[in-house]
């Protein structure tokens, strides 16, 4: 927000909305009119992002004045449309992605069964892994999705039991 104030210096209004997951996996949401009249502004711009059910997504308009009042419905129209236009052009350059809630476990084994834990995750799609060697054990830190979670714990389970 700093950034655009310096950028734009003219800028009379600088409107922003935006929706993020905290630590409870709860949506949480934000808005500000910026001193445009209550709820002219901000809330469209919400009502658009919770509309396209965007979550880690912020909005910010930045409005000049150009002489002429639009009035409350026309700054509600003016504000939902910058802000669905915006989200088109970022669906057409790919810029938003779908979120799929990924958890992160850790799993300990020895050091022997690395090429076969190695080769068992090269199958698992789209998985954050990370490795820690500890003498003759390797920690392997994996961000998966639950269902993901279930079949590597099946794994895992299996290799100590083979």
């Given at each position: 927000?700093?950034?655009?104030?310096?950028?734009?210096?003219?800028?009379?209004?600088?409107?922003?909305?935006?929706?993020?997951?905290?630590?409870?996996?709860?949506?949480?949401?934000?808005?500000?009119?910026?001193?445009?009249?209550?709820?002219?502004?901000?809330?469209?711009?919400?009502?658009?992002?919770?509309?396209?059910?965007?979550?880690?997504?912020?909005?910010?308009?930045?409005?000049?004045?150009?002489?002429?009042?639009l009035g409350v419905g026309g700054l509600v129209r003016a504000y939902g449309k910058s802000?669905h236009l915006a989200l088109e052009e970022a669906k057409e350059s790919q810029l938003i992605?779908?979120?799929?809630?990924?958890?992160?476990?850790?799993?300990?084994?020895?050091?022997?069964?690395?090429?076969?834990?190695?080769?068992?995750?090269?199958?698992?799609?789209?998985?954050?892994?990370?490795?820690?060697?500890?003498?003759?054990?390797?920690?392997?830190?994996?961000?998966?999705?639950?269902?993901?979670?279930?079949?590597?714990?099946?794994?895992?389970?299996?290799?100590?039991?083979?």
């Amino acid at each position: 927000m700093e950034e655009l104030k310096v950028e734009h210096p003219k800028g009379r209004h600088f409107v922003y909305a935006y929706r993020h997951l905290n630590e409870f996996d709860q949506v949480v949401e934000n808005q500000s009119d910026d001193g445009e009249p209550k709820g002219s502004s901000g809330p469209p711009s919400l009502s658009v992002l919770r509309g396209e059910e965007l979550i880690e997504t912020a909005a910010i308009i930045v409005r000049y004045f150009g002489g002429i009042k639009l009035g409350v419905g026309g700054l509600v129209r003016a504000y939902g449309k910058s802000v669905h236009l915006a989200l088109e052009e970022a669906k057409e350059s790919q810029l938003i992605q779908k979120y799929i809630k990924q958890v992160e476990v850790e799993y300990k084994v020895e050091i022997q069964n690395l090429g076969k834990v190695e080769h068992f995750l090269k199958g698992l799609n789209d998985l954050i892994v990370e490795k820690d060697f500890l003498g003759v054990e390797v920690v392997f830190k994996i961000k998966a999705t639950d269902s993901q979670h279930i079949e590597i714990e099946k794994f895992f389970e299996n290799l100590q039991y083979s």
